[in-house]
């Protein structure tokens, strides 16, 4: 069973529950409803996919959902248009100082940054360093590429920093992230 | 409370629990399957908004969702990429003969769909009259123009039959809805 990111499983209401993992994603969710707000880019995070199992109806009009289970999701978590292009991307955070162990991708997601691709879409990851503070774009062309032409388990930070964008943290949008993609995508907006 | 399609308030089990909408849902989601083993488009349906409010952990491992209820979506039920376009659409069903009641479309839906087409995408609905066995694609300009211009609170099926564009339903896909997009949007594929 994969738990979704935030999700953590304890009774001590002491630990902090929405974790570093959370912080990422609210903070790319705030940035989304900025650049929604300034009518830039209409992107939106998807529904954690929940399978359904059963479904209580206290009244007419209430239907509470008592017995149901997170599912892996098929694709990645952020979809939307920008400058009229379609973009996807995946957002991941780890606590490792010198790699991106990519074990915290699922293989289907590539594929379908792939697939994204292929189709003439804009699909990337954003690479939380949470350590280190250092928040960095990866185009998926060179996801796929590193996967494809090493064998380690986990993506050397000097990658990211020699092929990636580095995102600085703002006051507003919070992680400015099309910004990086207005720069490693130069050429396909001309 | 919204009941999402296809879930109905029912403790009868001869009830056929899988309605009319919910048919046109597997239709339009088996035919994405399709255009995507074929590799036309990669569009999905987006998980149904779920808002968790406790979760059980039985063991280690699993984690069990048992107080949860159903959210409005924020945005339309399907998206993705097609032909290098951003496409974006809401697939409603209809018991009636002679109009599409536009209570089956929330506001902020119709909002939604005149972004994407403000930022270069193509917005749009599939409505399906059942009890004619007739589906319809109409265009988000036309759904827009539609609803600016008339105080009506229902669309007549002859605006559909003026205006969009009537899918058959075939062996593979299900509805060939993408083949209605290439007609509808001629002049944004040249």
């Given amino acids: 069973m994969h738990y979704p990111k935030g999700i953590k499983k304890t009774k001590d209401k002491n630990i902090y529950y929405g974790n570093r993992g959370m912080d990422l994603e609210s903070d790319i969710n705030n940035s989304n409803e900025y650049y929604r707000i300034i009518d830039k880019a209409i992107i939106y995070k998807k529904p954690i996919p929940i399978q359904i199992n059963r479904v209580d109806y206290p009244s007419r009009y209430e ?109 507003q949008p919070r992680i400015d992230y099309l910004e990086g993609i207005d720069e490693l995508y130069k050429e396909k907006f001309k």
């Fill in 63 to 171: 239907a509470k959902i008592v017995e149901a289970y997170y599912k892996v999701p098929s694709t990645t978590d952020y979809n939307g248009i920008y400058r009229g292009k379609y973009i996807d991307f995946e957002a991941k955070e780890t606590k490792n100082t010198n790699s991106f162990p990519l074990a915290n991708i699922h293989e289907h997601q590539v594929k379908h940054i792939e697939s994204i691709i292929r189709h003439g879409g804009i699909g990337f990851i954003i690479v939380s360093f949470s350590n280190l503070s250092k928040i960095f774009i990866l185009k998926g062309e060179d996801l796929i590429n590193f996967i494809k032409t090493n064998k380690r388990k986990s993506i050397p930070i000097k990658y990211f920093i020699d092929n990636g964008y580095l995102l600085n943290y703002k006051f």
